[in-house]
């Protein structure tokens, strides 16, 4: 306490002064009013956050929820005015509805956040710390993820390896969208116009002084999780496809070396034929070999189609979002 004292004494009146939280919700009618609360409790008290004259406010952006998420939110718009709600007109998927409240925020920080509150609140505080230091980007790492599922684990843990080893640019290990991200990182991240996103791997490739705080991460305090196997294989595709190219190149590669090693089969076969008078492998070898590469043809056909598609989506140019309405801006 007394180490945030001094260090507020020494930035007060000379860092930005407004925090942005972006909350996407989909379906989340019973935890928008907890979240907020935690929100509220903690930055309208926090001696940090008192001291340098913060000030924050909450953007929710209802991604098409069905349940009673907007009158949830309508009502909290109503009575609070940190808070601000953007309702997209449809379900356009987490990482559009976030890029949407990218958009929207007006702070000179930011910090995207879920809204189980499994993304702790009480970590904004060390965030801010960290930021008002000279950070430009501060990751929160999970470094416990027991309350997720065994297959979340798993997959998880499978799909960073994964992406690490290839990617461009790699990125974080267990750090989700949780993170603070300075006004200057916004302002890139915003004129980024992919349609298929991947929001880690777009946070990772802008750069930028970065730091890291450590968490644990919670139980899920109520409803349940809206990612499903097949949505988070679909999020784990475009995280390959929008983080690297080397799955298009490595059939270059693995072309040329079947092409080499078909040259030196034919030619032993040739000279089997000619010099023992013999006959050229039967049957069994021909399937091996008509069924071997017709797998791979479809395979790398498959992966070339994952990326076309991306690139037909690109290239309507349609919005990445559509706005139904707007409260408390």
């Not at 997209?88 to 995207?112: C, H, Q, T, W, Y």
């Not at 390959?240 to 590669?253: F, V």
């Not at 008509?290 to 140019?317: H, K, T």
């Amino acid at each position: 306490m007394l180490e945030n004292q001094a260090f507020s004494k020494e930035i007060s009146g000379q860092r930005p002064r407004l925090l942005s939280i972006v909350v996407p919700v989909f379906n989340e009618c019973q935890s928008v009013g907890p979240f907020l609360s935690a929100i509220d409790e903690l930055l309208l008290n926090d001696e940090l956050v008192r001291s340098t004259g913060l000030n924050y406010e909450v953007i929710f952006v209802d991604d098409g929820s069905q349940d009673g998420t907007a009158a949830a939110l309508h009502e909290l718009c109503r009575l609070n005015a940190h808070v601000k709600v953007l309702k997209l007109s449809r379900n356009f998927g987490k990482e559009a509805a976030l890029s949407a409240g990218l958009d929207a925020s007006s702070g000179d920080a930011v910090i995207p956040m879920d809204v189980d509150l499994q993304d702790p609140p009480e970590l904004v505080v060390p965030m801010i710390a960290k930021w008002l230091g000279g950070a430009k980007i501060v990751n929160a790492k999970r470094i416990d993820r027991r309350s997720d599922t065994f297959f979340k684990r798993t997959s998880a843990s499978a799909f960073y390896r994964i992406v690490n080893k290839i990617a461009d640019h790699p990125i974080d290990d267990n750090v989700g969208d949780f993170r603070l991200l300075d006004r200057d990182a916004v302002n890139i991240l915003n004129r980024m116009t992919e349609h298929s996103r991947f929001n880690k791997g777009l946070f990772s490739w802008i750069g930028f002084a970065t730091e890291t705080v450590e968490y644990s991460r919670p139980q899920r305090d109520r409803g349940d999780s809206k990612w499903r196997p097949a949505a988070l294989f679909n999020l784990a595709l475009d995280g390959i496809t929008s983080t690297t190219t080397l799955p298009l190149r490595i059939w270059s590669l693995v072309g040329a070396a079947i092409a080499i090693l078909a040259f030196f089969y034919a030619a032993g076969l040739v000279a089997y034929t000619l010099f023992t008078g013999g006959d050229a492998p039967g049957y069994a070898s021909i399937m091996v070999a008509v069924l071997f590469l017709g797998g791979l043809n479809l395979l790398s056909l498959g992966m070339m189609g994952e990326y076309l598609g991306r690139i037909a989506i690109q290239v309507r140019n349609r919005p990445l979002y559509v706005i139904d309405s707007k409260e408390g801006f």
